[in-house]
Structure formats: C-alpha cells, structure tokens
Nanobody
Framework: QVQLVESGGGLVQAGGSLRLSCAAS????????MGWFRQAPGKEREFVAA???????????HYADSVKGRFTISRDNAKKTVYLQMNSLKSEDTAVYYC?????????????????WGQGTQVTVSS
C-alpha cells in the first residue's frame, strides 16, 4: 500500500511559477511510475505528466501537450518524492492537482491505471 501526500499548491499570478511535491510512504517507491493529474471545476480529471524509472540510471517522462515546455516532472527516489515544477503558469492551469502512483510501465496517461492517489492540492492562477 502506498500513501501519497501533495504539497506546494497556492495562489500565483499568471506567468509565475510553483513547485508541487508529493511525498510517498509504503511500497517500494523506485518501482512505481508516478503521475500528476489535475481537475478543474466542472471538468474531468486530466493527465499532466508522468515519470517512470527505466533503468538504474534512467527515467522516462511524459507530458500532456498543454504543459510541454512549461512543466517539468522529476523524482528523488532517496527522498521518495516526486516534483512538478510549473513555470509560465496560465489561468487555465487552475485546478486541483493530484499525485498518483502505479506499478505499471504503460498507460501513463490513463488515470484508471493508477491505484494510489493523494488528496490533491489546489493551484489557482490569477490573470
């Protein structure tokens, strides 16, 4: 069983930056692919980014087209933490951001593939 706790959300002006963190406990963190999803009011939860450990020295990352070039996902296996650096924020990035973990290595963009979820952290971008 994996427990996930997000932090780092808040209110920021358009064009600003935020860094989200997700601390994991339980399970073998390095064996899980980690994803970030978001859900805006009245909208379905959508994929943002994912990161998986491919080998002892490499990771694979995936991004939604809407955040490519602005967001960066990273992980620190020693700290059992995954990060989402968000730059050049836009009002449309406003949402609750969720961290998720999956033991799978495919289907990163599908929320149904993630059995473990955090409680979410609110990100509000003012224009």
């Amino acid at each position: 069983q994996v427990q996930l706790v997000e932090s780092g959300g808040g209110l920021v002006q358009a064009g600003g930056s935020l860094r989200l963190s997700c601390a994991a406990s339980g399970g073998t963190f390095s064996s899980y692919a980690m994803g970030w999803f978001r859900q805006a009011p009245g909208k379905e939860r959508e994929f943002v980014a994912a990161i998986a450990v491919i080998s002892w020295s490499g990771v694979r990352t995936h991004y939604a087209d809407s955040v490519k070039g602005r967001f960066t996902i990273s992980r620190d296996n020693a700290k059992k933490t995954v990060y989402l650096q968000m730059n050049s924020l836009k009002s449309e990035d406003t949402a609750v951001y969720y961290c998720a973990a999956t033991p799978l290595v495919v289907g990163f963009q599908d929320s149904a593939q993630y059995p473990y979820w955090g409680q979410g952290t609110q990100v509000t971008v003012s224009s």
